[in-house]
Each structure stands twice: as C-alpha cells, then as structure tokens.
C-alpha cells in the first residue's frame, strides 16, 4: 500500500505534495509522486524537469520519507496514467491537486481530476491551493 | 520616382478597413503556423487556396503575404523556446537562440529577432520597390529561348543549389514535372499520361497536388512518428532589450538584411544560404567570438534579419519574372493564375494596382507583425501545448474540404490521398518538396516556352541557344551541376587544398547539409 500523488510544477502541485507527506505520516505508508508529461505536444506545461525533481526528491530526503519519484512521458490521458499507477501499486489514497474551473473550460477540456475523482478504486484526498 | 507615386498609390488601396482587416487575418495566422512545426506557411496557403478564389485577387494576395511574413516571425519563436525549427530557415536561429534561453535571455532572444525581422523586412520591402521595375523592364525584352533559359536557371537553383542532395532534389523535380504534363496536350490534343481516367484530362488542380503533398504528407508522416516526449516550458517574459543588447544587434540586422535580399531575388535564391551565411560572418565579426556557441545574440540577430530580408527578396522574381524560389511563392503563384492573371514579366504593366497594393500591403503586414509579436510572444509559445491530434485532425479536415470544392467531384478526394501518400513517402525517402512544386507549377510554362521557342525556328534546336543571357543561364546551369565534379577532382589533386570556395557560394550547400543533418527537420517547408 502507497500513497501515491500526482505531481504537477506548479503551486498547486506543492500544495498537493505538501498533504500527501502528511497523509503518507498519518498512514505510515510509502509516498509515490508521479509526474505525467504527455506525448502528443510539443511542450507541457505539466511536465517537472529534471531539476524540479531533484528538489522534490531532495525535499523528501530531508523529511526522512521512504518514497519514490517516478516520471511517465508516455501516453495523452493524465487521468488515465495515474488510475493506472494506482491499481498496480495498490495505493490505499490517491492525492491530486484540484483547480477551480469554469463550466465553460470543463466543457472544452473536461477534467482529469474529475475522472480520478469518479474512476477511482480506492480513496482520493482532492487538495485545494493554500 | 515613379515608384515612390506607385507605392502610394498601392497604400491608398490597402488602407481600406476590410483590407487591413485581411492583413491582421495574414500575419496573425502566418504566425500561429511559423510557431508550430512542420506546419509552414506554404501549407497554409496551400489550404487557404480555394477560399481566397472568392476573394478579391488583390485580397488574397494580401493575406498570403501576411501569411508569408507571418511564418517567417513565428518560425524564430519556436527556435529559440524549443530548439526545434518552426521553418527551415530559423534553423541557425536555433543554434544560438535556444541557447539564450536555456540561460534564462529568451525575452532578449525573441525581441531582437522580431525586430531584426522588422528593420530588415522593411529594408526587403523597400528592395522589392527600386529593384523590380529595373527587372521587369528587363525581363520584357527577353524572347522565349531567353525566358526559356532563366526558368531552367530556376529549376537547377531550386534542386541543385538548395537542398542537401543534388539526386534528391533532381528526383523531386522530375516527379513535379510529371505531375504537371498529366492532361490534354495544349498543342496537338493528345491525352498524356490520363490512364484513360476522364478526370484527369483537365490536368491534376494545383490545389489537390498543393494540399496533398503538404497537409495531408505532413499529416501522414506525423502520425507516423506521434508519440515524442513532451519538452518543457521556456518562461517567456515580454521580450525586451537592454542598452547592449541593443548595440550589439543592430549591425547584424544590417548585415543580415543585406546577405538575405540578393540571395532570395536571385531564381535560385532561398533563404537558408544567407541565415547560414550571416551567423558565419557574425562569429567572425563578432568582438565576443567566445560567446558563440553558448547564446551570443549576434548569432540570433543576423540570421533572423537575413531570413525575412530573403522572404522579402523571393518577391521579386516571382512578381517580376513569374518565378518562384520557395513553396510559398510558388503556390502565390498558383493562386494568380486560379484569379485567370497571368504571372510573368507583364504581371506590372498589366496590373500595376494589384502589385503595389501587395507591395504596400508588406510594409503594413510586418508593422503589424511586430505590435504583434513584441507583446504576444508568450501567448504564441502557448500554441506549442496543442496536442498534435486536434491539430492534425483540423488541418486533414481543411485539406479535404478544399480539394474537394476545387471540381465538387469525389475523384479528388483519392487522388488527394494517393499525393498524400507521395508526400509521406517523399518525408520518409528525404526528398525535398519544393522542386516538386516548382516543377508542377513551371512545369507547363517550360513546355509552352520550348514550344513556342522551336515553333519560331521550325523545329531547329538551335532556336533554344539564342541570346547572351540564354549563354550566361546555360552557363551556370552546367556549373552548378558540374560543380560536385569540379571539387572532387580539386579535393583529390591538393589534399591541402579544402575543397575551396566556390564562386557562387558554392560551399553553401554542404555546410547546410551538416546543419540539416544535426537539427532533424524535415525538409517540407521553404
């Protein structure tokens, strides 16, 4: 049993990162942060670099975690990637950021956090940014 | 000064609102393809092609070469962010402007390349208006050997010169000029090469050659190879200069506007000799040569101002002579003859409004450019998230939708897969695109030109060789494919002796084809 945390280069992927320590303590679990990029653009935006990640990885280091840092660049559906990660790790909590959106940007995008929060098996923590 | 009095009246054509209107439309969607890669603004145009024909001429003509500018700002964008070159001629933009920003001057990296590409558009702009009437005046004397002659300069520049293989591009030019002979001999009635299908004894439309080799080739050979990893984000502040900045960029704008404009007036111009050209005469000239190779703005400068000062100079054989050096021109060109306008020497003393009306149009399309690039060059790095799906699928539906409406008969839709199909494989085999648009496009022409040529000596071959300008044409249609030759025996004779220099840039070519090997780019838009 994980803890796993989607985890995007952004204020709201610390803050989602910063509950996922939390729940990882109160759960004496694991942590998994996953870092999707997509494969079919050119940039995105959701992708961490190598030095974001190495600041992650150092940050958990420090807090004396027991963790992994995984980065998948394959694929075109987020929510898909980390519903995946999450059935083969059995993770006991999914914790994704979650953005306001617009009845108009959901009905142009939709909404990966949405999907993981209907799709999913096991429990999932939705973090608002602080 | 009768120029000046034309150009004026050519602004008082454009500054309609409707027109300018079509101007923004040009440049904001020129743009917007620059930036992507592999979607150029030949496609583009190539696309846009049917609709225009319910346009004015004059209106048309006003988008494409906002479209044609456009491309040429947009292609420096995605250089620089992203190390993959938006259009062939930004690749040695790429070279110093990526390394710009991986250290954090991306701002400064896109500000002087859109303001080279202002100063030295401009100065092509003001090129195109005092060296045309002189090449049209001359171009009018020429007889048909003549014009024969300069239109097979063309074709040897376009596939011997440009380009990385001289087989290659002579391998795509034969195909064009294949394409271009299925139909109705004009002279004797005959069916060539029809397969005995009706549908195509009016001849393959430019448009479904056009569309079919670009979108729908381009299209093929992306979902081919679709999945790549995703890069990251550059942040683009507004771009701006400091003091130095400015002080080192302005004399590569001069420099690079005034390598770029010759080479691309020239029939066998094109716009990667001079951006290649300028970057090695800015490393030498440069007072901080160490810089070169880790992000000198000189490098980005010179090379962006000669690479639109060229798109400038593209204009003039295709507006003076009716011919085309790069894809753009050439489907432009297209477009003229859908209007029933016929391209040539006479182009400005039968239409002397519509010519400098595209020629004010340019100085107000790159204005526009640049309020539209200095502010908005973050919002045109945003486009580079779009997945490739959505775009492809939009672009196959234009694609579609415009060979179908050139004849409203299904027949063109599976011709236009079975060009598609030739693109992708020309994408796969390393072929370039552009002789085999040339050869569609000039194809007929030569033949009419040859024609008429033997029509006036009955039938002696000798009618073909008359003229000193047909002699020089001749000339250096031999030396260019004589050239690999030449050098081969140089090399092999003096091993001390590098090859030399050649007279016409001969060099040229190889060092393109090294940076054509090391940043991978398809060849598929000029």
Redesign the interface.
């Known amino acids: 049993m994980t803890v796993l945390v989607g985890f995007v280069p952004n204020p709201l992927g610390e803050a989602a990162l910063t509950a996922a320590v939390a729940e990882a303590r109160r759960r004496d679990e694991p942590l998994l942060v996953v870092n999707m ?9 959701h ?3 190598q030095e974001q990640l190495d600041i992650v990885r150092r940050d958990l280091e420090d807090l004396g975690m027991e963790f992994e840092v995984r980065r998948v ?2 694929g ?1 559906d987020a929510a898909q990637v980390i519903l995946d990660v999450a059935e083969a790790e059995q993770a006991s909590v999914i914790v994704i950021g979650l953005r306001h959106r617009s009845p108009v940007g959901k009905l142009l995008l939709g909404s990966a956090a949405q999907r993981i929060l209907l799709d999913a098996t096991c429990q999932v923590l939705a973090v608002k940014e602080s | 000064m009768d120029n000046i009095t034309s150009l004026l009246g050519g602004f008082s054509d454009v500054l309609s609102p409707i027109n300018l209107l079509i101007a923004l439309l040009g440049v904001t969607v020129g743009t917007a393809v620059g930036v ?2 592999g979607i150029g603004p030949a496609m583009t145009v190539a696309l846009l092609l049917p609709i225009t024909y319910g346009l004015e001429p004059i209106q048309g003509l006003i988008l494409f070469a906002g479209i044609l500018y456009g491309g040429m700002y947009g292609g420096s964008t995605t250089s620089i ?2 190390n ?1 070159p938006g259009e062939s001629s930004s690749v040695v933009t790429a070279i110093e402007g990526n390394k710009m920003a991986k250290s954090g001057r991306a701002a400064q990296a896109l500000a002087t390349s859109a303001i080279g590409s202002f100063v030295a558009g401009t100065l092509g702009t003001l090129g195109i208006v005092f060296l045309m009437p002189p090449v049209v005046k001359f171009a009018v004397s020429l007889g048909a050997p003549e014009y024969l002659a300069i239109i097979l300069l063309t074709f040897t520049g376009v596939t011997a010169v440009l380009g990385a293989s001289r087989i290659r591009g002579l391998t795509a030019l034969l195909l064009g000029l294949t394409i271009g002979v299925v139909g109705i001999d004009f002279v004797t009635g005959q069916q060539r090469l029809t397969g005995g299908v009706p549908q195509l004894a009016d001849g393959i439309d430019i448009v479904v050659v056009a569309v079919g080799i670009f979108a729908v080739g381009e299209a093929l050979w992306v979902a081919a190879h ?8 550059i942040p683009v502040g507004r771009p701006w200069m400091g003091r130095s900045d400015w002080a080192r960029s302005w004399k590569p704008w001069l420099r690079g506007a005034a390598l770029g404009f010759p080479f691309g007036a020239l029939p066998a111009g094109g716009a990667e000799i001079p951006t290649l050209l300028s970057y090695t005469a800015e490393k030498k000239l440069s007072k901080h040569p160490e810089e070169f190779g880790h992000g000198a703005i000189e490098g980005v400068a010179g090379p962006e101002a000669a690479n639109n000062a060229s798109a400038a100079g593209t204009l003039v054989p295709m507006l003076a002579l009716g011919l085309p050096t790069n894809a753009t021109a050439a489907i432009m060109l297209a477009a003229l003859q859908g209007w029933g306008i016929e391209p040539g020497p006479l182009l400005l003393n039968k239409e002397p409004e519509l010519v400098w009306a595209l020629i004010a149009s340019l100085f107000i399309g790159n204005t526009m450019l640049l309020l539209l690039n200095l502010p908005l060059a973050p919002a045109w ?1 945003k486009l ?6 959505y775009l492809y699928a939009g672009i196959l539906f234009f694609a579609s939708m415009g060979a179908y409406a050139v004849n409203s008969q299904p027949f063109d839709l599976w011709l236009l897969l079975v060009l598609g199909l030739l693109g992708f494989a020309m994408r796969r085999f390393g072929l370039p695109v552009l002789p085999l648009i040339v050869g569609v496009i000039l194809g007929p022409l030569v033949e009419r030109q040859g024609r008429r040529s033997l029509q006036l000596t009955g039938g002696d071959l000798n009618g073909l060789i008359g003229g000193p300008v047909a002699w020089v044409c001749y000339f250096l249609i031999v030396l260019a494919l004589v050239w690999p030759l030449i050098s081969l025996v140089r090399r092999r004779r003096g091993g001390s002796d590098k090859g030399g220099r050649g007279p016409d840039g001969g060099r040229g070519p190889d060092d393109l084809a090294n940076v054509k090997a090391g940043t991978s780019i398809n060849s598929s838009e000029a």
Do not use: H, N
């Open positions: 990029s997509r494969d079919d653009v050119l940039v995105d935006a992708r961490a670099g660049e394959e075109g | 992507l890669p962010l992203l993959t679709l999945r790549r990893k995703a890069g990251e984000v790095a580079l998230q779009i997945p490739r799906p």
